[in-house]
């Protein structure tokens, strides 16, 4: 049984429920976890916005995009694909992990390994999450049980993701940072990602609804400190 729980209203298009429906259709295996807009609405269970696709990380891009497509998705580029779900469009990206390389992170400036340090977090931390959706009359209509990120991997994972992104290009098909004279003077070091990341997971606890706040983990599945993820050089 999953450790945390979290219901949310179904919008008047039905597009929460096609996305907690199309996240029920995605395997387990390769392992993914989800990320972004939908991450955030879950945790705080609450449609706080409105988000236009599915994130997630996967440990296992290739596989899962190939997987995905023989059920049915439409690729749409090396790391999206689409669903129809009820009659809704439902885009999914899928982010690749860096959670099974072996050793420390891979050399490189401090904003790419801030960037692999939060995203090995990411998957570290996450956590089984049953996910229901409601409609007006108070009925399920939708309901999957999904790895979460954390409330403090997404301020994380946010952190290294401003910086990099490229206004009018894909997140997750241009994932190359943006041109020098383009860069903010102040990037995030893997350590202030961490830093940013700690002092938010008591914000997360102080405001999750009580369904999520109440969860239970697992004894012996704590996640491990921050500074223990990443690696020695």
């Known amino acids: 049984m999953p450790g945390d ?6 919008d008047g298009l039905g597009r929460i429920s096609a996305y907690v429906a199309t996240l029920a259709r995605i395997p ?9 807009g939908l991450a955030v609405n879950v945790r705080v269970g609450k449609v706080h916005r409105a988000t236009n696709d599915i994130d997630t990380m996967s440990r296992d891009q290739p596989a899962m995009v190939e997987i995905l497509a023989e059920r049915g ?13 009820g009659g809704v469009v439902v885009e999914v990206d899928v982010m690749n992990s860096t959670d099974d390389r072996p050793g420390g992170l ?12 939060a995203r090995r977090w990411t998957m570290r931390t996450a956590t089984l999450t049953a996910v229901r959706v409601i409609d007006l009359a108070g009925t399920v209509v939708a309901d999957c049980e999904i790895e979460v990120a954390s409330p403090a991997a997404l301020v994380a994972l946010k952190t290294v993701a401003i910086p990099r992104r490229v206004p009018g290009e894909d997140r997750v098909g241009h994932p190359g940072p943006l041109p020098a004279d383009r860069r903010p003077r102040s990037r995030p070091s893997r350590h202030r990602v961490l830093e940013l990341g700690s002092r938010a997971a008591p914000l997360g606890r102080r405001f999750a ?12 599945h704590e996640p491990p400190a921050p500074t223990t993820l990443l690696g020695q050089r």
């Open 106 to 117: 891979p050399a490189g400036d401090e904003e790419q390994r801030a960037f692999d340090a």
């Open 28 to 36: 387990v295996e390769p392992r993914w976890v989800l990320i972004g």
């Open 209 to 220: 609804p009580d369904g999520v706040r109440g969860g239970k983990r697992k004894p012996g």
């Open 73 to 85: 998705a439409e690729r749409l580029a090396a790391g999206k694909v689409q669903f129809v779900t």
């Open 5 to 10: 729980f979290a219901v949310l209203a179904d």
